[in-house]
């Protein structure tokens, strides 16, 4: 049965850091595009950062780049959020995606994603 489970969040003052983690089971995760995404209470949800399967492309939502780096780890089937000088405005729900049907290339759109995890809560105060 295909699962992703975050795990990683919690409350952290500014400036400090969090590494969020995602396990794929079921199918192998690093095998195609895999996302992150967060959601704040009365925002829509926004793509964070994404890395392809094959051809090893990384993107960044301009609120993050620099901050934040996605990377993943193929032996653990784990790809992982490292979010450095966090801020207030960070505070959201993480979700860790995938889009199965693209094995190389990562998709333009969030509907492409079409697997999602139950999501892992980043607080950052100020």
């Known amino acids: 049965q295909v699962q992703l489970v975050e795990s990683g969040g919690g409350s952290v003052q500014a400036g400090g850091s969090l590494r969020l983690s995602c396990v794929v089971s079921?199918?192998?995760?690093?095998?195609?595009?895999m996302g992150w995404f967060r959601q704040a209470p009365g925002k829509e949800r926004e793509e964070v950062a994404k890395?392809?399967?094959?051809?090893?492309?990384?993107s960044y939502s301009d609120s993050v780049k620099g901050r934040f780096t996605i990377s993943r780890d193929n032996a653990k089937n784990t790809v992982y959020l490292q979010m450095n000088s966090l801020k207030p405005e960070d505070t959201a729900m993480y979700y860790c995606?995938?889009?199965?049907?693209?094995?190389?290339?990562?998709?333009?759109?969030?509907?492409?994603?079409?697997?999602w995890g139950q999501g892992t809560q980043v607080t950052v105060s100020s």
């Open positions: 995606a995938a889009a199965l049907m693209y094995p190389y290339l990562c998709p333009e759109i969030a509907t492409a994603f079409n697997r």
């Open positions: 890395i392809s399967g094959g051809a090893g492309q990384l």
């Open positions: 079921g199918f192998t995760g690093t095998s195609v595009c």
